[in-house]
């Protein structure tokens, strides 16, 4: 099993708390995690607001590259709706020159609103802008030469350099919480990442259909996912259910915050019809109803409770 330490750079839910303590905290955690043996240092993409606070992952990983040179490091995930292609193509390929074939590219195309008003953009526009762009984006790190046609990046033909110098297939990465982002990370040969929150059998349907279309596009047998588990560690099994969902209640009531999961803009958005009818669903079991469903889909508890609940 390849086990890897996800960085969020949260600061919601503390009073008082500074970004720095926020930041030292998070790399104090990743050094720990790289000298325990973990294989993959992760981090995320997002800005502005005390949910998470990590604008540019690519060159947080150039840092940690250079500071723990025993570790694979990971983007999860650019998000490419507010990226350019070409720059993360280039930085991409710097980034796994620094880290000998390091590297883990994750891309995504991103959900919370505020975020893309943010960055001058739609959420409309995401889908198509994420299809072009990932396609752009492995391409060249296969070939070595980024072009488009457009419709939302034309760009004329160029080489990438430093020119990429291992093979990028086994390292691809998309993030897909949606049925369309699961066809999309079949298309770019890409592991699927799935968040564990929700119940595991509601995730099975999206499991097997990335399985499939993998096979059917590419003739391989796909990779298996890679999920994104939330865990809290107790030493001791009295009081840890309770002690687990205070602290991942307060992680469930920021993701409502963050991407307005309760507003009705998702209904009126290209590309998020899926998640108007999950947020349909929530509206009816309300909120400690979606904390339940989480509870039941993360780990929590003693090492050894946690190693059972992963096996």
């Excluded at 997002?46 to 840092?63: E, G």
């Excluded at 390292?171 to 999309?184: G, K, L, M, P, Q």
């Excluded at 309300?286 to 039941?296: A, L, N, S, V, Y």
């Amino acid at each position: 099993m390849d086990i890897g330490l996800q960085m969020v750079f949260t600061g919601y839910g503390w009073k008082e708390i500074s970004d720095q303590q926020v930041w030292d905290e998070e790399l104090k955690i990743a050094e720990i995690a790289a000298d325990s043996g973990f294989d993959c240092l992760w981090a995320v993409e997002h800005h502005f607001r005390d949910y998470a606070f990590c604008p540019d992952n690519l060159q947080l990983m150039a840092y940690l590259t250079a500071k723990h040179p025993e570790i694979d490091v990971g983007t999860a995930a650019v998000i490419l709706p507010w990226q350019d292609p070409l720059r993360v193509a280039e930085k991409a390929s710097a980034l796994d020159q620094l880290s000998n074939g390091r590297l883990r590219l994750g891309v995504g195309r991103g959900l919370a609103r505020r975020e893309f008003d943010g960055f001058r953009t739609t959420m409309a526009e995401s889908r198509e802008r994420f299809d072009e762009a990932a396609a752009m984006i492995m391409e060249s790190l296969r070939s070595g030469w980024m072009e488009g046609e457009g419709p939302h990046y034309i760009q004329p033909k160029v080489e990438i350099r430093p020119r990429p110098r291992f093979p990028i297939d086994g390292r691809i990465y998309a993030v897909a919480s949606s049925e369309e982002s699961v066809v999309s990370a079949a298309k770019l040969r890409a592991r699927m990442v799935m968040f564990a929150d929700r119940p595991w059998p509601k995730r099975l349907p999206q499991i097997q259909q990335h399985a499939q279309l993998f096979e059917e596009m590419h003739g391989v047998s796909g990779p298996p996912p890679l999920t994104a588990d939330f865990c809290v560690c107790t030493s001791t099994m009295d009081g840890a259910e309770e002690f687990s969902r205070e602290y991942m209640g307060t992680f469930v009531y920021s993701n409502f915050e963050h991407y307005e999961l309760l507003g009705d803009h998702f209904s009126k958005v290209k590309g998020y019809d899926s998640y108007a009818a999950k947020i349909e669903v929530a509206k009816e079991v309300g909120i400690e109803g979606i904390i339940d469903g989480f509870m039941q889909a993360a780990v929590w508890g003693t090492p050894d409770r946690i190693l059972r609940e992963f096996e």
